[in-house]
Nanobody
């Protein structure tokens, strides 16, 4: 399974950005992770094939994860972005439990950089 991300870039604080991640085939659980400078990678949002979503507290109400199963594509709509959202964002896909544990995701994208300026 190959994952290809797109949509990263630079945006001002309070702005919006939409990330996409195209997969070569259907996978049960899809998620977005991020790694900020000097920090460990963390899960941001996840969605199951049934559409069940979960977000970490710091992005709730600002980010929206969605998926188009017909296109095997995952999205992350990022609104009201903040400088602390600056990070390399990775999409991940897995067939096991839908969690934020990296070991549950067998497939990873190459990452797309998001930079938020104040």
């Amino acid at each position: 399974v190959q994952l290809v991300e797109s949509g990263g870039g630079s945006v001002q604080s309070g702005g919006s950005l939409r990330l996409s991640c195209a997969a070569s085939e259907f996978i049960y659980c899809r998620a977005w992770f991020r790694r900020a400078p000097g920090k460990e990678r963390e899960g941001v949002a996840r969605i199951s094939s049934y559409g069940t979503t979960n977000y970490i507290d710091s992005v709730k109400g600002r980010f929206t994860i969605s998926r188009d199963n017909a296109k095997n594509t995952l999205y992350l709509q990022m609104d009201i972005v903040k400088p602390e959202d600056t990070a390399m964002y990775y999409c991940a896909a897995g067939t096991r439990f839908c969690s934020y544990r990296e070991e549950d995701f067998a497939y990873w994208g190459q990452g797309t950089q998001v930079t938020v300026s104040s």
